[in-house]
């Protein structure tokens, strides 16, 4: 510091005209002042408040029905068959439960033969198959020119891309046209 100092140069401390030098006390209380003199811990605490304030408020309040997923339930009743130079599978089902919002819900319907490959499959939007009614609804139209031989289907309820339900049904061949 200066002989002729009149002020601290880093903490702008009035100095005594006739000492201008602090004691180890006084220093350190000086540089104390100074932190919360400029601010900076305060700063640091809003910082970290709204940081962990905002975190809370976000995972708090974000969109619940977004996130809600409902389960669709249904039992297949039937898997029907017909043709004769183009084949056509299809699955029917009576809904049980069905959420009131079906927006991401899609429905995918795969055949399966004897060796438990897949025969084909179909994606269809829920809201395209579903209706309010109490009697079985047809879906999954999977159709070829190659003549299948189905052994069982598998329905799956997708929302947004995850699979939400899972249903599996042994075929009654006898129920099919073409195999009969």
């Not at 996130?67 to 084949?87: P, Y």
């Not at 084909?120 to 309010?132: A, I, W």
């Not at 031989?149 to 947004?160: C, G, L, M």
């Amino acid at each position: 510091m200066p002989d002729n100092a009149k002020f601290c140069l880093n903490c702008g401390y009035k100095l005594d005209s006739q000492n201008n030098s602090f004691t180890n006390k006084e220093e350190e209380s000086l540089n104390n002042q100074n932190i919360f003199k400029n601010g900076q811990i305060f700063l640091i605490l809003i910082f970290l408040v709204i940081i962990i304030g905002g975190g809370i408020i976000l995972t708090s309040t974000g969109d619940s029905s977004e996130k809600k997923v409902e389960n669709v339930t249904l039992s297949i009743t039937n898997v029907g068959g017909s043709g004769s130079e183009s084949f056509s599978l299809y699955t029917e089902a009576l809904f049980e439960h069905v959420p009131s919002n079906l927006e991401g819900y899609n429905i995918k319907t795969s055949y399966y033969d004897d060796n438990n490959k897949l025969i084909g499959s179909e994606n269809e939007k829920l809201k395209s198959v579903y209706y309010d009614t109490d009697y079985s609804i047809s879906f999954g139209f999977y159709n070829t020119y190659k003549k299948p031989n189905p052994k069982y289907v598998t329905v799956e309820i997708i929302k947004d891309g995850s699979t939400v339900n899972e249903y599996k049904y042994d075929i009654d061949k006898t129920k099919i046209d073409f195999l009969n």
